[in-house]
């Protein structure tokens, strides 16, 4: 496997989490990872025109090869389900539009794909992420580490080193087998 990068998106109106993943043969480095703050926009046009132009400039400074986002649960409040909707739809465009591949993950997958549980708390997935990376993690911003889970989930369930594990009986085998990958 060549190295390539990967886009991870946590979408939001308010705050926008973003991660950019390097991927080596054996190794993960996190490139820039932060988030897009959207509060200050007098509307909800203007957030997602700031959205599109950031997506953009990540895009042509870091040249990912695919983008991973994270898909909007289900919530309660619909119109806050549409505009999160809509940040989701114009990041994906930006990336469209920049011919970068897009894969979707619901948050419940990338849970499952970074601690093994589906139902972890953000704290958890953020602890894992420092365990997963070559690179050290910033952990303050739960945005920018769900970014950075969004981007990772996509790493393992797109590579190959992650489909040939699966003769593996537990997590303890594949430790066994693979101690660099502990921290």
Known sequence: MQKHRILGVDPGTNLLGFAIIEVLPRELF?????????RKNPSHAEKLLQILNNIQDLIEKFHPAQMAIEAPFFGKNIQ???????????????ALSNNVEIREY???KIKLAI???????KDQVAAM????????VETTSL??????AVAVCHHFQSNQVHKSSSHFKDWTAFLKANPDRLA
């Open 80 to 94: 806050s389900m549409l505009k999160l909707g809509r940040a989701q739809g114009v990041a994906i465009a930006a």
């Open 30 to 38: 996190v490139l820039e990872m932060g988030v897009i703050h959207l």
């Open 106 to 108: 619901s948050p419940k």
């Open 143 to 148: 945005d920018a580490t769900d970014a950075l």
């Open 129 to 136: 992420l420092a365990n997963l990376v070559s690179s050290k």
């Open 115 to 121: 601690t093994g549980n589906g139902n972890a708390s």
